[in-house]
């Protein structure tokens, strides 16, 4: 994949609106961009951005607002206080570092997704697209797009 057509599938997603964060009991962080209607298949319009393994902050003016190794009650007292946060719209997805990855948002906010695990096959990042698309980085393969719904066959870019 060259690097016209990664940023033709990551720039849909410039302007996309944020709905709403999800956080597993293990504390893997999710948003979902785009616009929520309960009446479609939420999988196949909206956008999710997110980590299964990696550690991961909120950051607004150099203030970290919220991470992945804040001490909670409960993860519910967490979720509250993520849906609590104003994103706005997305507006673009960079590499800080060979291990790390920005997420920007139109009200000055950033999630920081962070290289923070040795296994350089998992993702530090993924993004679920609408139409079955997905984009994955890892630390050993760059970019990778594959289609969830059928067998995968990925192509690398290292950006």
Not at 21 to 42: A, H, N, Q, R, W
Not at 52 to 62: D, H, L, P
Not at 91 to 104: F, K, M, T, Y
């Amino acid at each position: 994949m060259t690097q016209i057509e990664l940023n033709a599938k990551l720039n849909r997603l410039v302007g996309q609106k944020c709905v709403s964060f999800f956080v597993t009991p293990e504390k893997c962080l999710g948003v979902l961009l785009g616009e929520y209607d309960k009446s479609i298949d939420v999988s196949s319009h909206l956008w999710k951005i997110g980590t299964y393994y990696c550690g991961w902050r909120i950051v607004k003016e150099s203030r970290v607002l919220c991470g992945r190794d804040d001490v909670w009650e409960n993860y519910q007292e967490l979720r509250d206080h993520l849906n609590g946060l104003a994103l706005g719209n997305f507006v673009g997805i960079h590499q800080i570092s060979e291990l790390d990855i920005r997420v920007v948002f139109s009200c000055g906010t950033t999630i920081d997704f962070l290289g923070t695990t040795r296994e350089k096959d998992d993702d530090i990042i993924h993004v679920f697209m609408p139409d079955h698309e997905m984009a994955k980085y890892t630390i050993d393969h760059g970019w990778q797009f594959s289609r969830t719904d059928k067998s995968p066959t990925l192509d690398s870019l290292e950006v």
